[in-house]
């Protein structure tokens, strides 16, 4: 399998290299299509996740014929669960904006597990189970995807000292031609750090391969309440959102405005792109030593997920 962590292009070092615009400094993009990204635009496709509808989601490891799927401390379950456990449910949360809310778990099974081709089965710090929803299938098929618009999911991070939650998108073509994939990730976030998350664009493999990334510091600590992480994408760029502002790329100190090399090939190609709602677990921190009883059960929550064009 390939490194999780060179394939999701993590930020090192990030203290004090995260940014967040909240003023009317904008960008060429910005001043395109305005600060809040849904003016103009209407949803066109929403789940407000009163149930979990298995006709739109599919579950389990990443949708790829490159490896098999997994990455990071966890096994992602299918819709049924593992090893006994089903990290899946559909919540009551006073928080959620109708009451109700996806919760996403990961537990530590802390024994020799038997999931299919999961490389963590025997290693005790690995023998996690958790979750991960899709719009799309191992065989190519696209349940749900879209070439253009604004992304946009409403969600609650974990505190723990190993999560790693994200809402990310892939490109059709990526599952049965990997080798010059394109990936959004419009959140990445780490359980230990409350105010900071990241954001990247890749575009992986020859010819042409490109990176793009930024850290966010949000002025609210992410684990104690809902937010709106978003991206737009339109015929040739994306542009990162937290609660609908521009994020500042650091590199620039303007709003990221990440140009998508490979535009005119998802185009020629007819191609779309599908989202990814994970919770993972980080390899690149040490194992907790002791592994606390409150931190062998964790929970994630999206209050929704919505599509604007």
Avoid at 16 to 21: C, M
Avoid at 56 to 63: F, R, T
Avoid at 190 to 204: I, V
Avoid at 277 to 295: M, Q
Wanted: net charge neutral; hydrophobic share 35%.
């Amino acid at each position: 399998m390939m490194s999780s962590l060179s394939r999701r292009g993590l930020l090192k070092g990030c203290a004090g290299a995260f940014g967040l615009t909240f003023s009317s400094h904008r960008s060429s993009a910005t001043t395109l299509f305005g600060d809040d990204p849904t003016l103009g635009r209407e949803v066109v496709f929403e789940d407000r996740f009163h149930t979990l509808d298995w006709s739109v989601w599919d579950a389990g490891p990443k949708a790829t014929t490159s490896d098999t799927g997994f990455y990071g401390r966890s096994a992602f379950a299918k819709k049924d669960g593992e090893e006994g456990f089903n990290p899946y449910a559909i919540v009551d949360d006073p928080m959620a904006e109708d009451g109700k809310a996806l919760q996403i778990s990961a537990r530590y099974i802390g024994k020799p597990m038997n999931v299919r081709k999961y490389y963590g089965n025997t290693l005790p710090e690995f023998q996690w189970i958790s979750g991960n929803i899709q719009t799309a299938r191992k065989d190519g098929t696209i349940l749900k995807g879209w070439r253009k618009g604004y992304f946009e999911a409403r969600m609650l991070f974990p505190r723990h000292p190993i999560t790693w939650p994200a809402f990310w998108m892939l490109n059709g073509r990526s599952i049965l031609q990997p080798k010059t994939s394109i990936e959004l990730d419009i959140v990445e976030h780490k359980g230990w750090e409350p105010t900071l998350y990241g954001t990247y664009l890749h575009e992986w493999g020859q010819p042409g391969q490109n990176s793009e990334s930024t850290g966010v510091e949000t002025p609210v600590d992410m684990t104690k309440g809902y937010h709106r992480y978003g991206m737009l994408v339109d015929d040739s760029r994306c542009i990162p959102y937290f609660e609908r502002r521009p994020v500042v790329d650091r590199r620039t100190g303007r709003p990221a405005d990440w140009p998508i090399t490979r535009s005119r090939q998802l185009d020629d190609d007819g191609d779309v792109f599908w989202p990814l709602l994970t919770l993972a677990l980080r390899t690149d921190v040490p194992f907790p030593r002791p592994l606390r009883s409150e931190d062998r059960s964790t929970h994630m929550r999206v209050d929704y997920f919505k599509v604007f064009s």
